[in-house]
């Protein structure tokens, strides 16, 4: 099958990780996968939220939103709706976890930092660009910590990264742009450590339910498809 | 490894499906996975949500709440804090898509189906005992709809359930109970049609990232405890 | 007049009072008067609200709600509308103060009980069934206590119970079921202590006004079906 | 016992109805019971709320507030905490409830007449001061709609008035005071047509349960002193 | 131009100051600028927000807002509505900063007064009035913080007030009543000190853009009916 | 007086005006004053807001945020505090009125035009940069239109710039960054029209109260300010 960019079905589309792209942040990445473009910026705070005080642990959160117009309709500011969607909430919370997969707490020492990943230009695959952008900011951040010696050693144990996975039109592809998205039957996100171990993998029947087989087939592109974008972290934090 | 309550590795807790335990629903469960007792709520409206309007096909959606005191310390009102927190939305949203895999929503026609799912007592694995009740409480509803012709025939084209299965001390084990699951490495979910085919596949690494190897036998059990329940729910409906 | 149930003008529904409904709550009851069913916990936590601080007394507060099935039509959730109804605060108020009423707050030290009540089903009188199960609850909830030495004596100086009652087609009703409830002219809730005082008396002219003369005729019943009650309590916690 | 003012306990504080106190309102009130001031405005809005619509009938409503500084402290603003609190609910709806007691809603037409009572100054007995001056601006507001042909005759059958009795060191009293209020063992709610007849009774244990002597005993002093209001009431409106 | 009033182009409409509107503030006033009817209230509160504790220093804050028929047609509350809207809060933000170029925040200690300004009435020019009338409420709280020696000094370096200007029909006009507000080209708010100096100029094109020669003409009579109000707010507190 | 950046005071930061910095919007600018950056994507939607229906006259409003880490500590997004604060609300009202002041609503016909503009990075006068940006944005979206004949003409009758002036240490500055803007005594932002009219005028005493001769320079600054953004535009958009 002929995607419509012209890639292989096991091809990632070209991806940009451009470190310090804000003046302000502790570690900033904009991430683009294709079309889509995330802006991740990680703040370091002294002190972790209140019922971890006093562990001697750290502590890492992602908050995940889309500008409005980064779609290709417009969407309602959740600010002005005056509450946080469901799919917002379920991202924010997958990105906070898979970040804090790679993290060793007690090395951290009780600093927290909050990754905030905004989609300035969605184009399928929003929350995994989210992710792999992110866990190069938290690097970032983690460095500038370590020059002011507020750890004790690296609290980054491995690196994350994540790609989405989909079976269209009976086709398991890697790395799904918007009209694949919404054409899949099948769509599978894996998150992924450097050395190749499974932090999250989340399969959703869209249109039919689907058997073991596609299930592995669909494992097999995520594992590859991180292991190149855990390559391409590397690269840009070298 | 010998479990709390005695069961094998591989065993579901006692599992009791309630049906007509409201007077006025068109559908109700109370679903027991041993301490968790989900009661199950399914309200048929005429009518679709605005933009589904024309298009002649029909709607099946969730909410999931929890009770303030259905856990071991009680929880604030969402109500009360005026907002629904993103666990809740997550799980909402996971019953939802689960049960619209197997409802054919032009044989629904313009109908909508709303199925509560309120915790009256939780102890693990609240989110798969609310989809395996919820499947008979919608199959209870249509049974209802179809009494009164409002489908032209029967628009479940296959059942749905889910169990949680989990990494604890590194055994595989099938349907958590709090205990276990405070303790699991690797927390997995597995949403199942009655044919066995897949809805829904979420793992995740709560402790360390977890290998292929263990997410095929992590699998393997959650295959099991669905089509156990898929009987389950087969003798309660008959 | 012949009431839809075959009841008698003076005559409760049939009411049980089952305690211990719940695993967790230091005090619970699964209340129903016919068809009305009321989950009451409660939940006993050591201090007392900011305000009360260094008071050497305690607190108890109560919260009301009902699902949203719990009624012959399906009520959003007050939860997803972000704010809670007035009627909801009306009740949650008035089950507070009549619990309040048979308090000994010096006993009961710096301690709070929180009694959530949960209406599983509606079917009219769900705010006099949460009262009268609600201090059920709070009884265990207090012996809870005592066996653990939190407060110096016996907090309870007197029971609470409650009940509906109201004019129908002229005719003076005792514990009004919905379709009675949706037709009375006048509407009255009455709590009383065990001891056969008032605490609380709303009387309320729902079709038109009413006189002192039927106004106490009502209170004639209310005074009854309290008492009885009261006896039903003292039965279920001997 | 001497009150503090010098009245008698069957007396009520000078009462002032100044009718057509804003522009722009169709009526308008200030109403002051002693140093109790509420600003009572009634608004005609052609139409009916959804649920009413094609019904042939009208409707009538009413919100309270109060203003920051009412009170002896200063208080937030219910717009700025962003909900309502569970009093200001229980008051409007009391309000509300209480005129539409005296209103034919066929009469009325499908007219709508909102009334806001906003405490300007708050010195016990507000909501039975708002009751009181939201009749007068009700009646304005009517013959306001009158003159225009929008109602087919007097929408309204009857007055209303009311008042709040209590026990204060074992005397019954009329029309309490903030302070009086504070100290009452037993709060009450009067409100009452003008032919005499009860359209609300609410009592309240503050400190002990009370009988039905005491109960009896208030609502001779609510009668009398609501027959005194509703007197006011005519002579304001001549 | 003739004005409906026949005021003059220059002309303030009849400006009233009633100190002491209110038992319980600690300053209060109720300010007219003909039908525009403003309570003011200033609230005395020993310590300061949290990000200003222990800085040595006071701070002055305010809020502003309408009752629902204050205005030609009912708008609904804003804490119905559950918040509040971009108007309140820009004039809220306008009137505290306007009051604070008056305050030597050294002087007040770390002490706060909050204005509240609630609009009764409005006929235009309402963040003015509220403006002019706070001051006067604000100096009266200082008083009473003077007298119980609450503050080391008079911490009020100058007076302020405010005054609407704009052009209505290419005349320039100051003091505008709401039917001119609505017709204005161009719409100016102008804070100044009893100095004479500016604190807040806020001009506005609402028809068309305007020249500098319009601006300095707006400025010429805003300078003037400033003055003027500085002169009734003296006299009002002599 | 050196500017930190070597500036003269009556000198812009560089400006850069990107256009179709989105894929998706009908207009999108990424506009940066020095190291302020804000992103304006335009919107075109079909149809009027309700109370504008049927007036055959368009509509163009706009809505401002900040990304949480826009600025140097990070500040917590509105999405999740639940409502829009002040400044954010003052700011996008400011916007979109400047906006307005260039349009001939008859000329957009009844479609409406939503400018979003998002500050990615924060270094002071990002209110002013937006509304220069916007207006590009704005004008690339009526272009769009007009090419698919949405519209009737150029519904842009002048183009709109605008920037922040303000005395610092006695010295009048043009376009000030943050540190400039913490530390000015008076503040003002000066919105103008292509034409060298004022569309607004807000200037605000910081510090200390301002002269007439204070408010005459900043005002020729700002003049001058606006003649060079305007040619800037007026070379992005050729």
């Known amino acids: ?60 959160t992602a908050e995940y939103s889309m500008l409005p ?71 970032d951040a983690v460095s500038w910590m370590r020059e002011r010696k507020m750890c004790k050693g690296d609290p980054l144990v491995d690196s994350v990264a994540a790609v989405s996975v989909g079976v269209v039109k009976s086709t398991p592809l890697l790395d799904l742009c918007y009209t694949e998205d919404v054409a899949a039957e099948t769509d599978m996100n894996v998150v992924m450590t450097g050395a190749g171990e499974f932090v ?10 689907f058997d073991r087989a596609a299930l592995d087939r669909l494992l097999d592109l995520g594992v590859a498809g991180c292991a190149e974008l855990t390559r391409l972290q590397k690269a840009a934090l070298a």
């Not at 971890?52 to 502590?59: A, F, H, L, N, V």
């Not at 991202?91 to 090395?107: F, H, P, Q, T």
């Not at 999250?200 to 339910?209: F, L, Y």
Request: hydrophobic share 35%; proline share 3%; with cysteine.
């Open 1 to 60: 099958m002929a995607r419509a960019d012209g890639r292989n079905p096991d091809q990632l589309r070209p991806v940009t990780i451009t470190r310090g792209w804000l003046a302000h942040a502790e570690g900033s990445v904009l991430v683009e996968f294709g079309g889509t473009r995330v802006l991740c910026a990680a703040s370091v705070q002294e002190g972790v939220p209140r019922w971890r005080k006093g562990s001697g642990q750290g502590w890492v």
């Open 69 to 139: 117009r980064a779609t290709n309709t417009r969407n309602d500011r959740e600010s002005v709706r005056g509450r946080i969607g469901g799919r917002t909430h379920e991202i924010s919370r997958l990105i906070g976890r898979s970040l804090r997969a790679c993290v060793d707490y007690k090395i951290l020492g009780e600093n927290s930092v909050v990754i905030d990943c905004d989609v300035l230009q969605a184009d399928g695959g929003t929350r995994t660009a989210a992710i792999t952008g992110a866990y190069v900011a938290l690097a």
């Open 200 to 209: 999250e993998v989340q399969g959703t029947a869209e249109g039919r339910p």
